[in-house]
């Protein structure tokens, strides 16, 4: 009987310069079980991710909701750029009761975490119904706090 452990790795094979793709390439590397088992491990552990999970849109902004770091997922969202995004206060492209929003964002940043359904309007597009999650990520120096705001589709 024989067993055996692999770990895959795909990529996309990407023209130089021009962002077209040519193909898919998958590789297969063996990997004894201990490695298997330290890889998930430090998966499982991880303290502070930053990033949700794939597909959902993620933003960092600060305490009053200016956008400090943005996913590319969020910026295809809101129809901008992360450059772009840089600095513009996310609160404004949610439109129905944004003084609530603020009212929340403020709660977030004394540390609770806030889940609420609302309408989005990107830039140059049609309003979408969407699920917000905004968490607090506190300095690690007891500094200035941070929101990380988790923006999926309505259905999930």
């Known amino acids: 009987m024989c067993v055996s452990y692999g770990w895959q790795a795909n990529a996309k094979v990407h023209a130089r ?3 077209v793709d040519v193909g898919d390439t998958t590789k297969t590397v063996p990997v ?6 330290r890889t998930v491990e430090g998966l499982l552990n991880r303290k502070e991710e930053l990033r ?4 959902d849109a993620w933003v960092i902004t600060d305490s009053i909701g200016h ?5 590319v997922d969020a910026a ?10 840089r600095g513009r206060n996310l609160a404004t492209f949610f439109v129905e009761n944004r003084p609530k929003l603020m009212a929340e ?7 609770l975490s806030i889940e609420r359904m609302s309408t989005l309007q990107p830039r140059d597009r049609k309003p979408m119904r969407v699920q917000v999650d905004l968490s607090p990520l506190p300095d690690k120096h007891g500094g200035r706090v941070y929101l990380r705001w988790t923006i999926s589709p309505e259905s999930r």
Do not use: K
Request: hydrophobic share 35%.
């Open 32 to 37: 004894t079980p201990q490695q298997l088992v």
């Open 76 to 85: 295809r969202v809101l129809n901008l750029s992360q450059r772009g995004a």
């Open 52 to 55: 949700p999970t794939f597909g």
């Open 17 to 19: 310069g021009h962002g």
């Open 105 to 111: 964002l403020l709660r977030a940043a004394d540390g």
């Open 67 to 71: 956008i400090q770091e943005i996913g």
